[in-house]
């Protein structure tokens, strides 16, 4: 907490922000604790082509999802916490960042003749995805199959075994590639 510099008045602590990208949907998600005395926050942006910060949210909320971004794009982002009096306005918080990705895919996995068959939602941004297969859920991944269909059957997989999966959407700019989807297993027969 900030001590008021003189008797007139008191400025705002600078907010405490973090940053990340959410794994879902994709998009840069921005935090910050609640300031006593703030009446709402300014949330500013940039990319790293850009030389100074636009401001993107007014808000009186102590979070930001950033919905209006190019996937692959690094943003750099700083809160700053409005009073009443705007000479109390808090200093700009340090920066922080996140980069836009694609959604993370929902992976169902049924058997198809014996063999499993993952399915998932297909991203008109992906230009692939990558299948990661292992023989234990904490296990080491291994990459079986790269496809650009919202399909993938395992043909390699052994009656009997239980295999775990994970996939991965792939996008054009490796930065903007999904995280891996939740681990979801089978037993082939």
Known sequence: QSLCQCHLRCDLPRPEVEAYTIASTGDPYVSWKRITGARKYLVYRRSADESSYTRVASTTSTHYTDQNV?????????????????????????????????ARPTVNIKLKNGNPRLTWEKDPDAVKYYVYRSTSKTGTYERIGSTSSEKYIDKTAKAGKTYYYKVKAI??????????SSVDSIKAK
């Open 70 to 102: 190019e996937l692959g794009t690094k943003y750099y982002y700083k809160v700053k916490a409005v009073h009443t009096n705007t000479v109390a306005n808090s200093a700009s918080s340090t920066v922080v960042s996140a980069t836009a990705t694609l």
């Open 171 to 180: 996008h054009e700019k490796s930065a903007a590639n999904s995280s891996y």
